[in-house]
Every structure is written in structure tokens, then in C-alpha cells.
């Protein structure tokens, strides 16, 4: 069983600074893409920010040059560090993870429970 276990979110300012964490731990044999979305109050989750295995990123238009991901395959951990945050960031925040199981040959996506991200003004 694969999990993916978010971290990191909480209350903060606006033009500040949060990193977020997202941990996969279980029976992993490949992590391939990675990623993180969101998911505001009465409006459909949207991507934020996806790393691909290659290295190659992309961001929203709302996040560039705030926003960057990144992440540690030593440790199956994938980050979002937001900078210069503003208040409509403000959302539920999701990783997600495009993993091979061990025991079978196809890729799978996982979410993580989310974790929430306030800015206030």
C-alpha cells in the first residue's frame, strides 16, 4: 500500500513564506511524476506545480517566480516552497504522486489528505 503524507501548511502572513512537504512511504518501486494542487473554498483543485523525473517543471501562471518545487528521491519526498505568499493562495493543498507498486508494472496516481494553507492580509 502507497501513501503520501502532506506537512507543512498552516497560518501565515501575506509576503510570507511557507514550505510544504509531501512524504510517500509504503510499497513504492518508482516514483515518476510529482506534483501539487489546490483546492479553494467553492472552486475545483487546481495544479500548482508539477516535477517531473527528468527534472522538468511546471508552475500555474498565478505562482511563477513565488513558487518552486522540488524534491528528494533518497527519501521519496517531494516540496512546495512558497514565497511572497498572497491571500487568494489560501487553499487545501494536495501532492500528488504518478507511482509504480511493488508487485505490478503500472503507474498509479496518488493524493495525499491535503493540508491547509491560510494567508491573511
Known amino acids: 500500500q502507497v501513501q503520501l503524507v502532506e506537512s507543512g501548511g498552516g497560518l501565515v502572513q501575506a509576503g510570507g513564506s511557507l514550505r510544504l512537504s509531501c512524504e510517500a512511504s509504503?510499497?513504492?518501486?518508482?516514483?515518476?511524476?510529482v506534483g501539487w494542487y489546490r483546492q479553494a473554498p467553492g472552486k475545483q483543485r487546481e495544479l500548482v506545480a508539477t516535477?517531473?523525473?527528468?527534472?522538468?517543471?511546471n508552475y500555474a501562471d498565478s505562482v511563477k517566480g513565488r513558487f518552486t518545487i522540488s524534491r528528494d528521491n533518497a527519501k521519496n519526498t517531494v516540496y512546495l516552497q512558497m514565497n511572497n505568499l498572497k491571500p487568494e493562495d489560501t487553499a487545501v493543498y494536495y501532492c500528488?504522486?504518478?507511482?509504480?507498486?511493488?508487485?505490478?508494472?503500472?503507474?498509479?496516481?496518488?493524493w495525499g489528505q491535503g493540508t491547509q494553507v491560510t494567508v491573511s492580509s
Open positions: 500528488n504522486g504518478v507511482i509504480i507498486p511493488i508487485g505490478t508494472v503500472t503507474w498509479r496516481g496518488y
Open positions: 509504503g510499497s513504492i518501486r518508482s516514483i515518476n511524476a
Open positions: 516535477l517531473s523525473s527528468g527534472g522538468s517543471t
